[in-house]
């Protein structure tokens, strides 16, 4: 998608790409998932804050591993998304960011999640903020929306650091393993200001 495609709606555009070039801001890069990605995913499938509310395979196996990677790809082919790795400062996979479409138009839903190692260096709120800036900019998303546990204060911190606004609680929302969550809504919309 081009700069040009700002003013189409996203859902008259033939098919979903991935950003190209890959998106960076000189420290963090979000580029497609490869398949020699799979020792990020076994990583994270033994991180339980990376793993937890996501479709990283836990446990971890190659065949498992190599579906994660896959079915990645498939989110954008099949008109889900982008799910893109998170690259640190050195070019090594240290975690993942994901731009799901929501079912009203010109919505996008962000998640993200680093490897310990990385977290607390300010990647994340990069990461998110890079993909944001995308996503309302050359996407041409009119809304980018987070959830987020309560109780989940470095994901807010990430989340506010990258100029979204807290807009709500939705109660009892989402399942995560056996139990029902409540979430934190946040959004950042192209009339935002800059973070």
Request: glycine share 12%; aromatic share 6%; hydrophobic share 40%.
């Amino acid at each position: 998608m081009s700069d040009g495609q700002r003013g189409r709606r996203i859902e008259d555009l033939g098919q979903l790409r991935d950003p190209e070039p890959d998106l960076t801001d000189g420290v963090v890069t979000l580029r497609p998932w490869r398949l020699d990605d799979l020792g990020l995913v076994e990583q994270a499938s033994a991180d339980p804050l990376a793993s937890h509310g996501t479709t990283v395979p836990v446990p971890f196996s190659a065949e498992a591993g190599r579906e994660f990677v896959l079915r990645q790809h498939r989110r954008t082919e099949h008109w889900q998304g982008w799910s893109l790795v998170v690259e640190g400062p050195d070019g090594t996979g240290v975690g993942a960011a994901a731009l799901m479409l929501r079912p009203q138009p010109g919505v996008g839903g962000i998640g993200y999640w680093l490897l310990a190692p990385a977290r607390g260096r300010g990647l994340a709120t990069r990461a998110v903020r890079l993909l944001s800036d995308w996503a309302l900019g050359p996407c041409g998303l009119e809304r980018v929306e987070a959830w987020v546990e309560p109780d989940n204060a470095p994901s807010v911190a990430v989340l506010t650091r990258a100029g979204f606004l807290r807009e709500g609680r939705l109660r009892s929302f989402l399942v995560l393993g056996d139990e029902r969550a409540d979430v934190e809504v946040f959004s950042r919309l192209p009339a935002d200001p800059a973070p």
